[in-house]
Structure formats: structure tokens, C-alpha cells
């Protein structure tokens, strides 16, 4: 290979022209998924502190929010429902009935909003006394045959509401078979199952947990939720979701796993879908606010990265600000 000073690879970065007409694409805003909290009751919206721009709504009042989102071409979002925690129980039953908040929202949202796919994010962790994704077992972590019969119940329930797919985020064996056979076997043949495949445990998880009132009081995620460095578990935890009948997976969090993105891509031609969580969004917040880093800029080399890592679809809080971070 011809090197200096035959080859010049900065005649490819010299002007804006040549830069232009080089740029990769960016995400595209059908491709993003907008992750909101939904909680009880009429006329609500909480500032979540942790997550500066981003609220917990009553359905009503995020209805117009959606009507924005969908107006700038936003393609998804993903409910997660923060009932009262006065009907929480060890069994997460509060899930399948009127205490979650998700259940409604999914038919309103449907009806007035038709643009946007509507995903339910499908753990327990909101729903049990303890924090924990299952039901819990002896040793206090997750039960899986017990879990995957109350998951596969609130799958079913979401499906019935309306909801465009599914998202079982527990990690728990063989949730995504389960949920498929009990949504096939009540007519929801249709009904997407969107797998986090390769859910880690996490500290950038921090904020959310503020968000969603779902800190494991002593729960321990790491018996399901997969270790930082575990690479081939996390391609592996993919690849079977794929033989279960997954039909989205994702890698969750982001931007400290660009590369099991990466390795996922290469392992599946499934849609792949890239979760840049709470902490990856609110560290990029605290940062500006000290002066250490442009807020959008910082958003947009993040999203940017995603995509070029190999997620189609991204499940982003930035997704409300899509616009303002790329300038449309
Ligand atoms: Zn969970």
C-alpha cells in the first residue's frame, strides 16, 4: 500500500464540500425510540430530577408531548408504568390489573396517536414490593418458572391493549419462548416481541431507578442481569432470544457496549436495537451544566456512535430533542 506522500487522507477531510458529501448518515428519527413513565391518576407531570428535561406524565398530559414527537417523525416509544407503591406485593400482580398505568395508556395512546409504535417495556420490577424483575425464590433472587408465568400473563395483557410489541427486559430463561407462546396461543401471532437480549447489569441504570421507583431494595440483578465483561454471554443471550422467536433484540446500556453492539450485529441479522440509558443521558446533562462539554454536541456524537456500532433502531431520552441535535 502506497503511503505518504502519494496517499493523503486528509484531502478527504479539507472542506466542508468533500466532508459533506462524505458524511455518514445520521440516525434517522423513525429509528428512534422514546422511552417515557407512565404514571396513575389525571393532569401530572413530574420533573424527574435525575433526568433533566424528562418527566413522569399522566396519560393525558403526555398526549400532546406525543402528538410533537410524532409530528418531527419519532417512530417508537417505550412505555415503562410507575404505579403507587401501595399495591406493590411479592408477586407483581399489580401488573395485570387497573393499578398499572401502562395498561391504559397503551389503548389511548393507540387511538389518538396511530403514527407511533407503542412498546411496553415487560419486567416486574416496577410491580414487586422488593424491586426485584421476578418473583422472588428462596435465595431472594428471581424464580425463573414462576417469573415466566406472570411475565407471559402482562405480556398478554399489553398485547390486548394494543400495544405494537412487547419488550422483556426480566432476563429471565427462556421469557421470550413463554411470552411467545402465550401471545400466539390468544391471537396475538402479530404482536412483536422486542427481546432485551443482552441486558447488563449496570450503574448507569441510576437515574431510571429514581425515574421509575424501581431500586432493588437489596435485590440483587446480577443472579439474571449479565456481568460488564461478559462478551460471549451477551452474543450468546442474543442468539438464543433469536431461536425463541425474537423479533427485535437490543443491547442494553449503550455507549459502554458499543462493541457487544458490534458483536451482536455480526452474530444475527435480526434488528438490532441499542438502549442509551439514563445514566448515559443524564452524565452528558451534568457535564454541560458544569461547562465541560456542549449538551447537543455531546448527545449527537453519542447517537452517532450508536448507529455507527450497529444499532438500526435506538431507544434514546435524547429522542424528544431529535431536532435541536441535528439541527433540522
Ligand atoms: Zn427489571
Known sequence: MQGYPIRRMRRLRKSP????????????????IWPVFIIPGKNKKIPINSMPGQFRWTTDTVLPQL???AKIGIGG???FGVPEDSGKSDDGNLALGSGNPVLKAISLIRKEIPSIA???DLCLCGYTRNGQCGIAGADGSPDNARSLEILSKTGLAYAEAGAHGVAPSAMMDGQVCEIRKSLDSNG?????????????ASSFYGPFRDAASSAPHGAD????????????QAVMESILDESEGADILMVKPALPYLDVIAKTKEATRLPLAAFNVSGEYSMIHAAAE????????MARESLISIKR???DIIISYWSDRFNDIFQK
Open 17 to 32: 464540500e468533500i466532508r459533506g458529501i462524505l458524511a455518514a448518515p445520521p440516525p434517522s428519527p423513525a429509528n428512534m
Open 67 to 69: 402528538e410533537k414527537i
Open 77 to 79: 416509544i417505550m412505555l
Open 118 to 120: 407503542i412498546f411496553a
Open 188 to 200: 396475538f401471532s402479530d404482536t412483536l416481541i422486542m427481546s432485551y437480549s443482552a441486558k447488563f
Open 221 to 232: 440483578r446480577s443472579s439474571h442481569q449479565l456481568a460488564c465483561g461478559a462478551l460471549d
Open 290 to 297: 458544569r461547562g465541560w462539554g456542549n449538551l447537543l454536541d
Open 309 to 311: 456500532a450497529g444499532a
